[in-house]
C-alpha cells in the first residue's frame, strides 16, 4: 500500500510516517517512480509506534525497543530491550513523582489563594474620603 492508504488505515499523517521512516521505526520498499510501498504489517507497527510514541517514549527509546518485536528469539536484542524498557520505566517514575511533588505544591497555593479569597470577601468596604 501507498503512504496514503497506510495514513488512512492508521489515522497518522503521512509526514508523520516519513518520520518514523527517517528514524528507522519503519520501513518501505520503493517502486520505480519512487514512491513509497508498505506491507500490510506495517498497520500493525504503526499502531504499535503511536502507542509507544503516546506513552512519552522518544523516537531514540522506540527504536531501542522495536527490535524485540522484529528478532522476537534472539537472547541479545531481548536482553538490550529490557534494559530499555526498565530505564524508561524508571524515567517514567521520576516523572511522576516530580508531577506528584509539583501538584502538591499546587495544592498549597491554592488552599492559601482560598484562605485569602475568603477573607477579601469579609473585609468590610473601605469608605472613600472626600477632599
Known amino acids: 500500500m ?11 499523517s503521512p509526514r508523520s510516517l516519513r518520520y518514523y521512516e527517517e528514524q ?4 518501505s520498499s520503493r517502486s ?8 500490510d504489517a506495517e498497520v500493525q507497527r504503526v499502531s504499535l509506534i ?8 522518544s523516537s531514540r527509546v ?3 525497543v522495536l527490535p524485540c518485536v ?23 517514575d521520576a516523572d511522576i513523582a516530580h508531577l506528584i511533588e509539583t501538584r502538591e505544591a499546587l495544592d498549597v497555593l491554592i488552599k492559601a489563594n482560598s484562605r ?3 477573607e477579601l470577601s469579609t473585609a468590610p468596604e473601605p469608605v472613600a474620603q472626600s477632599a
Open 50 to 57: 503511536r502507542r509507544l510514541f503516546d506513552a512519552g517514549m
Open 2 to 12: 501507498r503512504i496514503g492508504e497506510l495514513s488512512r488505515r492508521t489515522g497518522v
Open 116 to 118: 485569602h479569597r475568603a
Open 32 to 39: 520505480e517512480a519512487g514512491q513509497r510501498h508498505y506491507s
Open 62 to 64: 522506540i527504536a531501542t
Open 70 to 92: 522484529d528478532v522476537p528469539g534472539d537472547l541479545g536484542v531481548a536482553e538490550e530491550t529490557f534494559t530499555a524498557m526498565t530505564h524508561e520505566r524508571d524515567r517514567i
Open 24 to 27: 528507522g521505526l519503519l520501513s
